[in-house]
């Protein structure tokens, strides 16, 4: 193979030293020292960004940590380390930096960001991790920044609704996974959707669930931190995630993580209550529901994805969409346009249930891999089921989620899906009390007698329809 073009070489002072820097358009910098070995780094990769320190130029890279070290507060898998060398003249400074401007700027990369900061979310820690590890590598990858506190919950859905977001070039999410499905959903509720919702989203881990940013690095093996998530958008790379629309009548919820029914559910709203024990109040709490264990009757119906028409019983089964209402131009998106005429290729599984759970990413919360075979843009969601199960497999099966391999137990029906619905229904054995419809860690329904029942939610406790939006919104992501 030929060797790259040179963009531009200079002979420099590197510590003193007479060396020499070269750029070549395949994006490799390479750093000269006379008795050294050459130092090599890839733009597109290693180097955040350049400036101009009187008669130097200082080149600002990441390297990847050695496995076990951290530096500082803070872990992750990069560190900063600079480059510094002296040009010998003016020209040659301004050439280089020329040459190099003009190659970062070819890369697409993002120069301008809203960035959401949640200042209650998980540890409450947000701003600190802002302030010390986000904030500084974006001033040394030159990318200006809009910062917006969210004040309490659904702010960020409510600005991102009305706010003129078309000059910047992303938006950033220093949060848990909430204020990613305000965001999502607030852009969606747009009449100028289909032009915003091009804007990529940023996830930086700074809440309890982290369920979006852990499934994007965990893929291609980086931690789940800020640092890494932080670089990932510097980089600019992205990839496409599904949308699902959960639906009742003209009632809409877009979903980006999961949707939840039974034990999950009651698990993750009702261990609220215990808040005070922080990340161990779901641990302390499943427990409970376990030793108290609850079924409830109802019905699920799915569109089996290829491969997956063994599952549950035939049933007859239309999707139902509610006609649009009289002002349909200044509604945002309404959904899929989904179009399943075939009512014969439906399945069923009737109750009672422990627990229904619908899964769109691997990865619920940063220690629990739900759905292990799951894929941001295929276009299916995957289904995880579990019916009688005993106690102390249950407990088991608790335990397994972390390493995903609670989908191998004879207990569990694993399956992907192209549609859903969901019919729940009332607590086995007490016919007044119904249960909690969890959608993406916000409760979507309560039914009768259920925990804060008396709060009002934004669907009532009965059917519900799930579709996918294949590869709808777009989301900052390490390459992979």
């Known amino acids: 193979m030929a060797p790259a073009e040179v963009i531009v070489v200079d ?26 070995p050459s130092r090599y780094w890839t733009v597109k990769k290693d180097v955040l960004g350049f400036v101009v320190e009187g008669k130097y130029i200082r080149i600002k890279t990441v390297v990847e940590r050695e496995e076990g070290i951290c530096c500082g507060e803070f872990g992750g898998d990069y560190s900063r380390k600079d480059f510094v060398f002296e040009p010998f003249s003016e020209d040659a400074k301004n050439r280089f930096c020329f040459k190099l401007r003009q190659y970062l700027d070819s890369l697409g990369r993002p120069k301008r960001l809203l960035v959401f900061v949640n200042p209650f979310g998980g540890k409450k820690s947000a701003i600190k991790i802002f ?43 220093v949060s848990g996974d909430g204020v990613l499905v305000e965001v999502v959903n607030g852009l969606l509720q747009r009449a100028d959707w289909k032009t915003v919702f091009k804007l990529p989203i940023g996830v930086i881990p700074a809440g309890t669930g982290n369920g979006m940013i852990k499934s994007l690095l965990d893929a291609v093996g980086l931690q789940c931190c800020a640092n890494s998530a932080t ?72 569109l089996p994805a290829p491969g997956f028409e063994g599952y549950g019983q035939p049933t007859s089964y239309r999707l139902y969409k509610e006609p649009p209402v009289s002002n349909n131009k200044a509604l945002g998106y309404q959904g899929p346009d989904t179009k399943f005429e075939d009512v014969d290729e439906w399945r069923e599984i009737k109750g009672p249930f422990v627990s229904v759970w619908l899964h769109n990413v691997p990865w619920g919360a940063e220690n629990n891999l739900v759905a292990p075979a799951a894929k941001f843009s295929d276009g299916f969601l995957d289904l995880i089921v579990l019916k009688k199960c005993p106690k102390l497999a249950l407990l088991s099966l608790m335990t397994q989620i972390s390493e995903g391999t609670h989908v191998q137990s004879p207990y569990v029906a694993y399956l992907k899906v192209k549609a859903f619905a969901l019919e729940p229904g009332a607590l086995v054995g007490e016919p007044d009390t119904e249960g909690i419809i969890d959608a993406d860690g916000e409760v979507l329904a309560r039914g009768r007698r259920s925990y804060k029942c008396e709060q009002i939610a934004l669907m009532s406790y009965d059917k519900l329809q799930v579709t996918v939006d294949q590869g709808l919104a777009t989301l900052f992501s390490p390459e992979y």
């Not at 302030?131 to 001033?139: G, H, M, T």
């Not at 809009?146 to 659904?154: A, M, N």
Request: aromatic share 10%.
């Open 11 to 36: 002979l420099v002072l590197i510590d003193g030293e007479l060396g020499m820097v070269k750029l070549t358009a395949d994006g490799v910098l390479e750093a000269i020292e006379y008795g050294e």
């Open 131 to 173: 302030e010390k590890e986000v904030k500084p590598l974006f001033e040394d990858a030159d990318i200006q920044l809009d910062v917006q506190e969210t004040k309490y919950q659904l702010h960020a859905r409510e600005m991102v609704r009305s706010m003129d977001v078309s000059k910047y070039d992303g938006i950033v999410c």
């Open 231 to 302: 670089i990932s958008i510097i980089r600019g790379h992205t990839r496409s995630l599904d949308v699902a629309t959960i639906a009742q009548g003209n009632t809409k919820f877009f979903s980006v993580l999961m949707l939840a029914w039974g034990l999950v559910a009651d698990i993750d709203i009702e261990s609220e209550k215990f808040r005070w024990m922080g990340s161990a109040r779901m641990d302390f709490y499943a427990i409970q529901r376990i030793i108290c264990l609850r079924q409830y009757n109802g019905r699920v119906l799915f």
